[in-house]
């Protein structure tokens, strides 16, 4: 079967640091990935994790653990564009499966 | 500019009309998809191509009917649709999905479509 969960919103502030969470349960599982939506557009691809550890990326990183079907995205210095929803998605046999997407707000 | 590209952006649609939701990729990808996305819902994984053939159907219901005449071009056929079926429509191309290889999908900008 496929389970990803994730928080509905988070609220932090310009400059601080973001970490959102994802738990998977995912058949066939080799890889998680994090996209990027804002309002009324498309997802986009920000990073993705095939072994344990973290991938750094500029100011984002994302970190996966198998063994405990989890994953985080963090997000440093944040700015207001940040301002959007984060969507964790697993890959298994043929196909990504979606959360609901993480609404983060970036206040100033 | 995604290389994905859906037309229309925005539809409105009686129950009784027939319209077509058409997708364009031009990344060399061999693997085309319908995703449904509503309001407070995860992405729904409606439809799956693979080189042109289906090779998922979310137990989607039949008044949804996609084409894939070849591996760049992907429809979506709509007919007597219900209001409920208002979501953003959503397609996405990636290189064929196979056991063990990670499958990055991009996605097109979405077609809006409101049932009324």
């Known amino acids: 079967g496929q389970n990803i969960d994730q928080p509905t919103e988070m609220t932090a502030t310009e400059g601080a640091i973001v970490q959102i969470n994802c738990t998977y349960q995912?058949?066939?599982?080799?890889?998680l990935f994090w996209y990027q939506q804002h309002a009324g557009e498309a997802p986009t691809f920000l990073s993705y994790?095939?072994?344990?550890g973290l991938e750094e990326k500029g100011r984002f990183s994302s970190f996966l653990s198998r063994s405990k079907g989890y994953s985080y995205l963090l997000l440093k210095e944040l700015q207001m564009k940040d301002s959007a929803s984060y969507l964790c998605?697993?890959?298994?046999?043929?196909?990504?499966?979606f959360g609901k997407g993480t609404m983060l707000l970036v206040s100033p | 500019e995604t290389g994905v590209t859906q037309t229309p952006r925005h539809l409105v649609m009686g129950m009784t009309n027939k319209k077509s939701l058409k997708c364009e990729q031009h990344?060399?990808?061999?693997?085309m998809y319908w995703y449904k996305q509503s309001a407070k819902k995860p992405l729904e994984l409606m439809f799956v191509?693979?080189?042109?053939?289906?090779?998922e159907n979310n137990s989607v219901p039949s008044r949804f009917s996609p084409e894939c005449p070849n591996s760049s071009h992907l429809f979506l056929h709509l007919h007597t649709l219900q209001p409920e079926d208002s979501a953003l429509y959503l397609c996405?191309?990636?290189?064929?999905?196979?056991?063990?290889?990670?499958?990055?999908?991009?996605f097109g900008q979405g077609t809006r479509l409101t049932v009324v």
């Open positions: 996405a191309s990636s290189q064929a999905p196979r056991v063990g290889a990670i499958t990055e999908a991009f």
């Open positions: 995912t058949s066939g599982f080799n890889g």
């Open positions: 994790n095939v072994l344990d």
């Open positions: 998605a697993a890959s298994g046999y043929s196909t990504l499966t």
């Open positions: 990344l060399g990808h061999n693997a």
């Open positions: 191509y693979n080189f042109k053939e289906q090779t």
